[in-house]
């Protein structure tokens, strides 16, 4: 199972996408998403916050810690947090688990689980920079919201298609999100 978590961040389509994307390959998926990015759904997406729960095989309320989700026993392969507050990424780099999601954090990086933490912010701070460090340095992958463009991509779809599937990359999951380097074009 790969585990979703959706924070409050602006974003919350990579996240989305990224549902989308592991249904259609057919891929289990867990799904936490905070009160705050319910929000920030609202702000910058015309979906009903029940069709994107719908999209997951299992839905975990984010402030529930009493879920069986938070235990080191709950069989899960990856988290990926996309997208990731700073509030979130500084939780997850300092061990304080807060909510569901950096608690599932915590136990991805104690069990050496793969974390993937998707931060999307602009301009960073040094504090910022320093917790990316901390989570690096503990096994956590961090992969910035920043699309490339050696795709060419068309619309706002594929550049969001970009970080979807650098996300399937370092999961080993073969994609069609995104097109490898072609220095030939």
């Known amino acids: 199972m790969i585990v979703i978590a959706i924070t409050g961040a602006s974003g919350v389509s990579y996240g989305v ?13 867990g799904l936490l998403i905070t009160k705050s990015a319910e929000t920030i759904i ?4 015309d979906e009903e916050l029940d069709d994107i729960k719908n999209l997951s095989d299992m839905y975990y309320e984010s402030s529930d810690l009493t879920s069986s989700i938070n235990s080191g026993s709950f069989k ?10 700073m509030k979130t990424l500084s939780a ?19 069990e050496k ?4 933490v998707v931060p999307r912010e602009t301009p960073l701070r040094t504090v910022h920079i320093h917790n990316m460090l901390k989570i690096s340095e503990e096994g ?8 490339g463009f050696y795709n060419n991509p068309k619309d706002i779809y594929d550049m969001m298609d ?3 599937g650098k996300i399937l990359n ?16």
């Open 113 to 116: 689980r793969m974390l993937i």
């Open 162 to 164: 970009f970080i979807v």
């Open 17 to 29: 996408r990224l549902l989308r994307a592991l249904k259609e390959i057919g891929i289990e998926t």
């Open 140 to 147: 956590g992958v961090i992969l910035p919201a920043m699309p």
């Open 42 to 45: 609202g702000y910058e997406l």
């Open 76 to 85: 899960f392969d990856s988290l990926i947090v996309v997208p990731c507050s």
């Open 92 to 110: 997850i780099a300092n061990g304080y688990g807060n909510n569901s999601i950096t608690r599932v954090a915590d136990v991805a990086l104690k």
């Open 170 to 185: 370092i999961l080993k999951i073969e994609n069609k999100q995104l097109r490898p380097w072609d220095n030939k074009k």
